[in-house]
């Protein structure tokens, strides 16, 4: 999960000759996301240490660029033409992490998923299908509901849990098979041993036969879980045993890879 900026004061000088009013600007965006998306002039400057000035001439050039909108209240909201960057990214980000999949599947044998947290759903971005002739196949691209979900899961289990119950309130908990959680309590229960135990479970909630293993991958520029789904008769207690090493290594090798400024390589 994205954690709050360094104070202004506090980061090193622009590397590399970086233009420094370039850098202060996308410090003030991720703050603003950080913030929930919305966020008035004190809170960015008192959060940054920047001066009121610096920050509404910078907060004017976003605008302006339509990475910024001033709501009528005269806060500031990031602007829909992020969008576009974010789904350009998204797409890169499940590129990036494939390497990392295939390895996942030649060590498991099972379909390999890369999952992100878009606003209350869950967006697959990437999956290598395993060689087994009976294998587990999401499309890329395809949102679901947390709730039912092992990613769901692993992405939600260091959320407040006023914040879970409040996106679980406007998705609902609807049932995909019998065995889905349905209840508010019963998933924070889950949250609470996915904490305890460090991965995720979907045991034939999504889809009855199909149980899922997934984990969140570390310090993320944006929140993202790695799985593995395969049949209930293969991903079995025994095999969770094995599996789950692989997938936190996987993960955290990721997590260096993305961390890096280049390329990651698997």
Not at 22 to 42: I, K, Y
Not at 214 to 233: D, L, M, Q, R
Request: hydrophobic residues 40%; contains cysteine; neutral net charge.
């Amino acid at each position: 999960m994205p954690t709050s900026s360094a104070t202004d004061a506090s980061k090193p000088a622009a590397a590399g000759g970086g233009v420094q009013s370039l850098e202060r600007a996308f410090d003030l965006l991720e703050r603003m996301a950080d913030a929930g998306g919305e966020v008035g002039l004190s809170e960015l400057s008192a959060s940054s240490g920047l001066p009121l000035p610096t920050i509404h001439r910078l907060m004017r050039t976003l605008v302006a660029c339509g990475y910024v909108r001033q709501q009528p209240n005269r806060r500031y909201a990031l602007g829909p033409r992020l969008i576009r960057l974010g789904e350009s990214s998204a797409r890169l980000l499940g590129t990036w992490a494939r390497p990392y999949l295939a390895r996942l599947v030649e060590e498991t044998g099972e379909t390999a998923n890369m999952a992100l947290l878009d606003g209350d759903e869950i967006v697959y971005v990437a999956q290598v299908p395993s060689k087994h002739s009976m294998r587990m196949f999401t499309e890329v691209g395809r949102r679901v509901l947390p709730h039912s979900t092992g990613v769901g899961k692993a992405l939600l289990a260091h959320t407040p849990a006023d914040e879970v119950r409040a996106l679980l309130g406007r998705t609902g908990m609807p049932a995909a098979t019998e065995k889905t959680i349905t209840t508010p309590e019963g998933f924070l229960d889950a949250l609470e041993l996915v904490r305890r135990t460090g991965y995720a479970v979907d045991d034939n909630e999504q889809e009855i036969g199909v149980r899922c293993l997934a984990v969140p991958v570390p310090n993320s520029p944006t929140a993202a879980a790695i799985s593995i789904s395969g049949p209930a008769g293969r991903v079995t207690e025994a095999a969770t045993e094995k599996i789950v090493p692989i997938l936190q290594g996987i993960a955290q090798e990721l997590s260096t890879a993305l961390a890096s400024t280049g390329s990651p390589q698997a």
